[in-house]
């Protein structure tokens, strides 16, 4: 069974305008569905003009050489950004099909489930709103959800979150402060403040639930530091791209100047760029986004390197569903993985306006589906929607 047309989806007047599906069609009437973040436009562009010539015509069960091929396009001219992340998109959409043509969910596909009783969650502290803006993170804060909660209430809500079974909870209370220099210097005032936050979730749940900052790579070293000594007493489980990831000198300096654990970085694209960082020895927790890092195909290879290295990894998501999806079956196949980001306002709200699946939770954990391939199909309801921008190569 061969692709027979290639097709993109996104919305721009939607939840999540910055979400691009690209869905594969077969000869056979099968068809597979990735996704990826970021720039839809180009994406959807760079999808039609470079990828669906090279996959339309492939036989995805016995053609072993699409994602190298896809990949040396891109390599030929940088390796990163559009192209990155496009080609992600197809590689997930790639397996999604050939889980769907072997009648197996993908997870079997990559060696089997290690984890049968699910993967542990952690909830990064956001809501619906969130996504609602073409950068992740800068959409709007709507009053008493996960965002606003915990920067008003949140000893209350990281007592709800550990009552629900979450294994831990993420939150950015210093973004604020990174944005009024440039992430340079960071006042006395603010360093308090932020501390704050965290201490009065310490305070409220102790031990019982595990406590994560989130930098978002907007600090330099110094200020990161200075962050990072003072939260030192809380018992953070990580602090999660202080610093951009880019350099691994810069990360290994970092590390130096605290006992926090660092972690890096879902932005970071390839094996070669996990490489130099878990070369430098910076990191205590590697994350990846499988529809940034390359598609299943190259964090399948990802997770091996870092498993090499002993360093335990996390699966990323607050963008869509079918990256979710892709990272429970990548977490279930692979031992070196600890957890799963989750945005509990996502799973509740957004993602079932665009998705048919179930999101199976129990005792803190999630349960990768057992449906043949990613187990997630567009919804009717979201296909019917008029404001869909949707492109098709043949």
Known sequence: MKISKVETIWCAAGASPALTFVRLHTDGGVVGLGETYYTPLSVASYVHEVLAPYVIGRDVLRD???????????????????????????????????GKLLDVPVYVLLGGNDKPSGVRMYNTCAG????????????????????????????????ELRDEGFAGMKVWPFDEAAAEDQGRRISAGALRAGTAILEAIRGAVGGDL????EGHGQWQIEPAAQILRAVEPLSLQWAE?????????????LAARTSVPIAASEYLMGRWQYRAVLSSQSISYLHLDPTWCGGITEAQRILALASSFGVVCSMHDCTGPMNLLAGLHLASANRIVGYQEVVRGFLSDLYPEMVDTTWLRRDGRMIVPDAPGLGGELSDRYLARPDLIRSVTE
């Open 64 to 98: 072993g050489s699409i994602w190298e091929e896809l990949y040396a396009q891109s390599a030929r001219r940088g390796a990163g950004g559009t192209d990155m992340r496009a080609l992600s998109a197809v590689d997930l959409a790639v397996w999604d099909l050939r």
């Open 128 to 159: 619906r709103t969130y996504a609602a803006a073409p950068a992740v993170g800068r959409g709007e804060s709507a009053e008493h959800d996960d965002l606003w909660r915990w920067r008003h209430a949140p000893a209350e809500l990281a007592a």
């Open 210 to 213: 595990e406590l994560m900052l």
């Open 241 to 253: 791209d202080m610093i951009l990831a880019h350099d691994p000198e810069a990360l290994r300096t």
